[in-house]
């Protein structure tokens, strides 16, 4: 729910993330609000370090992903069998390479095998036993499955188990899928999105998050957005790359998020959330669901919020 003004290049670097659309209870609001502020603070020193918005983007979704609030490896959702699987990608707007992998197993951080598949193959997605397989030729640790899981996801799994369970609306229960956009000094831009998916899905569901346009995009040229919200629904309006489209016919961040986003809901019922950023350093965080945990990093200034219309700064340099 925030913007930054494009008016120059004073304003990059720039890095927002996203810790999921949603509802998140009372009691997980500070831990939330503070696991995307120090994701923040992670990237955004690596480019005020002349570092690159890929390594950026991928320093603050790993971190976000090591942490139990969020939909995204420690703390992923359960699948109807009870596993863990996850969907992860990241784009690089110099060439519109981009790494996805979806429905892995037993990694604490499915965004850098997304990204080695970007690096190390001539492939763009991989899935299953095959990521996995792929994982483990690159030297990439194992992790047991239980050490992914937390009393909060196994409680939630239970729950659903119901008949008259609703996936979607447990999805917007608790926060979800986890995501970074930037542009780093250069002018280059990166997306990273990372996620365990919907509650309870099928097991070898793939979601948006694993799928160019839908859960990320990035364009040097356009901008950049990371989405979140029910998969399904994104998928159908392919929603990184609609943003980015609204952004090609002249609309400022916020306006394409906000069209793309009234669009969703409107045309498939699907409600979700976006950080988009664009090439002079412009970005918006923005959502159709009740909430979604948000920051961004710019000009040493650190920007927060999570309910409609909020939006707070502290310095980067508070390390609270
Ligand atoms: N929380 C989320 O954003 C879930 C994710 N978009 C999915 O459906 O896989």
Partial sequence: MAHGRSNGSDMLPVL???GGAGHVPEEYQQSVLAGVRAAVREGYAILQGQGSAMDAVVAAVTLLENNPSFNAGLGSVLNAKGDV???????????????????????ANPVQLARLVMD??????????G??????EMG???????SLITDYSRMRWKKNLAPDANLVESLMGKMGTVGAVAVDAMGNIACATSTGGLPNKMEGRVGDTACIGCGGYADNKVGAASPTGHGEA?????????ILFHMEQGCSTEVAADKALAYMKERVGGVGGVVVVDPQGGWSARFSSRQMVW???QQNTLHFGLHAGEHFTQ?????N
């Fill in 131 to 136: 990521a996995n397989q792929f994982a483990r």
């Fill in 295 to 297: 920051a961004a990093g």
């Fill in 315 to 319: 310095s980067t340099d508070d390390p």
């Fill in 234 to 242: 994104i998928m159908k309006v392919v929603l990184a790359r609609l």
């Fill in 120 to 129: 190390k193959t001539i492939h763009l997605c991989l899935t299953g036993e």
């Fill in 16 to 18: 927002v993330v996203h």
């Fill in 140 to 146: 990439v640790p194992e992790v047991p499955e239980e």
């Fill in 85 to 107: 699987e996850m969907d992860a990608i990241v784009m690089d707007g110099r060439d519109l390479t981009s790494g996805a992998v979806s429905a892995v197993k037993r990694l």
